[in-house]
């Protein structure tokens, strides 16, 4: 009988609801969801989930620093679980600048296959945010399928470009998220 792999996991409040992230004993993100505990159950089935504020630290610093707008992207490691054209899309999108978008076919050229294929691949990322699949979009700039809804999709794209703008200065959080980020 195979047992069921092991994650550690931690919850944040963030400006945008509930953000949960799981992380390998290492350390290293296993996945991320919108949601609570039920949401990054769902990314990774069968998995045991531990609460562990000790190993998720360092993936909890850097999301709560994105949110902030102290940071633009992520230096964590991660370790998604993925066939390697998979693992191909998920690191095109890592190099997709922070508050710019590429369309489905633009990511397919990047990484020599179809739009179609990609899209496939950029639906299955368990890591969002860190691996940001909320950046890739339509030929025409549509805003088409996102785990967490397009109206997530587009608050991420929005915030951004935001923050992209001359005289953006990070925000920070308000006191109940503050206090809920230290409970977590």
Known sequence: ????????????????????????????VAATAFGGVGALRGRLRGAVLVRDMRRTA??????????RG????FSIEVSPAGTAFQRRVWDALRRIPYGETRSYGQVARAVGSSARAVGRA????????IMPCHRVVGSGGSLTGYAFGVGKKRRLIELEAAR?????????LCTAATKALSLA
């Open 1 to 28: 009988m195979t047992r069921a792999p092991t994650f550690h996991f931690t919850q944040i409040d963030t400006p945008m609801g509930r953000f949960s992230v799981a992380v390998d004993s290492a350390g290293a």
């Open 58 to 67: 360092a993936a909890r610093g850097q999301i709560e620093a994105w949110f």
């Open 70 to 73: 102290e940071r633009r992207d």
């Open 122 to 129: 950029n639906a299955t990322n368990p890591i969002c945010l």
């Open 164 to 172: 992209r703008r001359p005289g953006h200065r990070p925000i920070a």
